[in-house]
Nanobody, 123 residues
Framework: QVHLVESGGGLVQAGGSLRLSCSAS??????????VGWFRQTPGKEREFVAV??????????NYADSVKGRITISRDNAKNTVFLQMNSLKPEDTAVYYC????????????WGQGTQVTVSP
């Protein structure tokens, strides 16, 4: 079981940067064993995959949506139970509520979700 809390969102101008954090509190299983993903959602649009980092046997591999490749980096610090999303060269279309989610069994079925943090990029 894991409880997730996102932070780091805010208002930035186009071309700026933000670093989002996903802080986890776990019981029964180490945080390092969870696959963790970042997703975003804008009113009127479907939830969009952003990035993911593997856990446990996945070896810490990462994957990104085509729309953010080259601008966004996902990383994790298991000692601090935290996953980061570094976002650079932000565009107005990046405006959304960003969520982190955890997958205990590394099967891409995310069972645990945070409350989200708002990212707004002004032109």
């Amino acid at each position: 079981q894991v409880h997730l809390v996102e932070s780091g969102g805010g208002l930035v101008q186009a071309g700026g940067s933000l670093r989002l954090s996903c802080s986890a509190s776990t019981s029964g299983r180490a945080f390092s064993g969870y696959m963790v993903g970042w997703f975003r959602q804008t009113p009127g649009k479907e939830r969009e995959f952003v990035a993911v980092v593997s856990g446990g046997g996945g070896g810490g591999l990462t994957n990104y949506a085509d729309s953010v490749k080259g601008r966004i980096t996902i990383s994790r610090d298991n000692a601090k139970n935290t996953v980061f999303l570094q976002m650079n060269s932000l565009k107005p279309e990046d405006t959304a509520v960003y969520y982190c989610a955890a997958d205990r069994f590394s099967n891409t079925h995310f069972d645990y979700w945070g409350q989200g943090t708002q990212v707004t990029v002004s032109p």
